[in-house]
């Protein structure tokens, strides 16, 4: 049977730099249906510069800070915040794990025993990292946004050179929200193919069409930013779903993957109960006499379809009538 597929509620920064929001991200996220709650752990000195600008995007929402620094800094939560999180999650039955984006937090996720590691795209060319990340010797989730296939190559191979084994690549396009026209789904297939590799889609659209299309094309991970208020400040609420969303998102992923089924092309159980009814029999087109020739003047094919096929129809052309038929009686020979 094929592996379900695994659904991360990107929290990300979603909490504005309150525990308390965190731990209700966590909660609500259980409740839609996410099988993982992720966040991001930093510490601002070291993830940017003081003078760093801000994202396009970001300065459409943000209107209170003129820097990086200062928009991370009001969004970092500790390492013990981090801690409890992770306990938290265990309790409720949904996987934590979050982004590190320096060697300290690396270090500490390792600490509290993250299993699966989400390398961001924007990390994707910081090969210090990568290697770091590697040998940890852990599942790993590579987002590919803004990325050349080369620097996917690149980042592919220093992984699997220090050690990592389970990689699953993200197609992702990193763009607040993205147009669809820039979303490009095939290029999650053509990765698949090119590195013969679990592949997923990281998806920054408003909605939930996209991921449920990415499930159709062979995803074995989704991940969508969550939030509990689309219209709180903050620079991702505005490209993530509400829980109500989101819950609708992981019902019509689960019935794709019921619908995708196993590739075995074959009539279902309750395809069979209908089968007699839609199909066709030969029958008679009119009265015919016991010793008549069955002629195309004097059979035919109707409903239902528990005679003989109309595939046996010129075996059956130029048969004897072994006794009387009625009108659409069917055919015996």
Not at 28 to 37: E, L, T
Request: aromatic letters at 8%; hydrophobic letters at 40%.
């Amino acid at each position: 049977m094929k592996d379900k597929v695994i659904i991360i509620a990107e929290a990300g920064v979603n909490h504005n730099g309150d525990i308390k929001l965190a731990k209700e991200l966590v909660y609500r996220a259980k409740m839609a249906g996410a099988d993982m709650i992720k966040f991001q752990t930093y510490k601002t000195e070291e993830l940017t510069t003081i003078q760093a600008d801000l994202a396009e995007y970001q300065k459409k929402t943000d209107t209170n800070v003129r820097t990086q620094y200062e928009l991370l800094k009001s969004l970092e939560l500790s390492y013990d915040d981090f801690s409890y999180l992770k306990k938290y999650s265990e309790e409720l039955g949904i996987k934590f794990i979050s982004t590190a984006f320096d060697f300290d937090s690396i270090e500490f996720l390792d600490s509290i025993g993250l299993e699966t590691w989400k390398i961001p795209s924007g990390e994707i060319t910081n090969l210090p990292y990568l290697i770091k990340i590697a040998r940890l010797n852990r599942s790993i989730i590579l987002s590919t946004g803004m990325c050349t296939l080369d620097e996917v190559e690149n980042a592919l191979t220093t992984l699997k050179d220090n050690g990592a084994k389970d990689i699953t690549i993200m197609h992702c396009t990193t763009e607040y929200p993205t147009p669809f026209s820039d979303v490009n789904l095939k290029a999650m297939v053509y990765l698949k193919d090119i590195f013969k590799t679990k592949v997923g889609y990281s998806d920054h659209t408003r909605g939930i069409e996209v991921p449920i299309a990415a499930v159709a094309l062979g995803a074995s991970i989704i991940e969508k930013h969550f939030t509990l208020d689309r219209n709180m400040e903050g620079p991702d609420h505005i490209s993530s779903l509400e829980p109500d969303e989101f819950k609708c998102m992981v019902e019509s992923i689960r019935n794709i993957e019921l619908a995708l089924g196993n590739s075995i092309k074959k009539p279902t159980e309750t395809e069979l109960q209908n089968r007699n009814i839609a199909r066709k029999s030969i029958v008679a087109k009119k009265f015919i006499k016991k010793g008549e020739v069955f002629t195309e003047e004097n059979i035919t094919v109707k409903r239902p379809g528990n005679g003989i096929s109309p595939m046996h129809w010129f075996d059956v052309l130029g048969k004897v009538a072994s006794r009387d038929f009625k009108e659409d009686e069917l055919i015996e020979i």
